[in-house]
């Protein structure tokens, strides 16, 4: 049997990048997805090219910042595929890199905002929905947050984005005992991506900005290549694939978790 069959996902960001890739895998393995994200455009390219692979997936609006859209994406997730047993925590921004000192309190509040905030929204609504759709000793359900290797070690120039990741790691860890205490079988992990080649990887890449000091695009990609003992970026698929085992009943014993999935980059 398929890894996912009969459960019903909800992956925010993706119309690009991990979410886009997180969505296909989830849906290749059987689960109705609801791709949600603001990008209108890419989010029903992802969700027609599903169903071109004879999945089942539908878009959604969604500004995953608004709980009146998580309100409303919950209930879509419910009134069209019958439930709801994953929530992926994905859809984030990379802010401009600088130092404390020159950072207004709008550029941290924003930060904050899309990258924390929104992911307490996914929690909130996706514990108190999934708990109707899953028992002890029944199907299980699970909510995947999506940190990053910064939620795990600093980074001279990026405090709103450590805080905001590092927030996430712990966000996670409170939901996973609530859950457990709460006799919810919901798991609540986290996972944490060294550099990506993806869209928001590209825009870091051409900023060219690390540390206080300002390269080219190519010296960038090399250096950050080189942080990576594996020798190279990581690709979509495989932070997909480590969201899809913790999404799947193969991972059952597993909540509170971080995944760190980098490329040796904290090793
Ligand atoms: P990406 O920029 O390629 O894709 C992010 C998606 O999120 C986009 O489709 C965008 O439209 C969507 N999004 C952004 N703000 C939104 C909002 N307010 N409401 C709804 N959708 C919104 O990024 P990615 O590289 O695929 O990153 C995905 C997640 O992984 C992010 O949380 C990111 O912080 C994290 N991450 C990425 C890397 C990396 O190297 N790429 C590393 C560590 C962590």
Not at 1 to 26: C, D, E, F, N, P
Not at 195 to 202: A, E, F, N, S
């Amino acid at each position: 049997m398929a890894r996912m069959q009969g459960k019903v996902a909800i992956v925010t960001g993706a119309a690009k990048g991990i979410g886009a890739a997180t969505a296909k895998a989830l849906a290749r393995e059987g689960a109705k997805v609801v791709c949600s994200d603001f990008d209108a455009e890419n989010g029903q390219v992802v969700a027609d090219e599903i169903a071109g692979e004879g999945g089942t997936a539908t878009f959604f609006r969604h500004d995953v910042t608004d709980e009146a859209q998580w309100e409303a994406v919950v209930k879509l997730a419910e009134e069209k595929f019958g439930g709801l047993h994953v929530v992926v925590n994905n859809a984030g921004i990379a802010p401009e890199a600088g130092p404390i000192e020159e950072k207004t309190l709008a550029d941290w509040r924003h930060t904050i905002e899309v990258d924390l905030d929104s992911v307490f929204l996914g929690c909130k609504h996706g514990i108190r929905t999934i708990k109707k759709y899953t028992s002890k000793g029944g199907a299980g359900g699970a909510i995947v947050n999506i940190s990053s290797i910064l939620g795990l070690v600093g980074q001279s120039g990026a405090s709103d984005y450590n805080a905001a990741k590092g927030g996430v790691r712990l966000l996670t860890k409170s939901a996973a005992l609530e859950c457990a205490d709460a006799g919810y079988n919901i798991r609540v992990n986290s996972v944490h991506p060294g550099y990506i080649d993806t869209p928001m990887v590209k825009n870091v890449i051409n900023r060219g900005v690390m540390g206080g000091a300002t390269v080219g695009a190519n010296e960038m990609r090399e250096m950050l290549i080189m942080q990576h003992p594996i020798g190279r970026l990581g690709i979509a698929e495989e932070i997909a694939n480590a969201i899809l085992f913790l999404s799947s009943d193969e991972s059952t014993f597993m909540t509170g978790s971080e995944v760190v999935v980098d490329g040796g980059y904290t090793t």
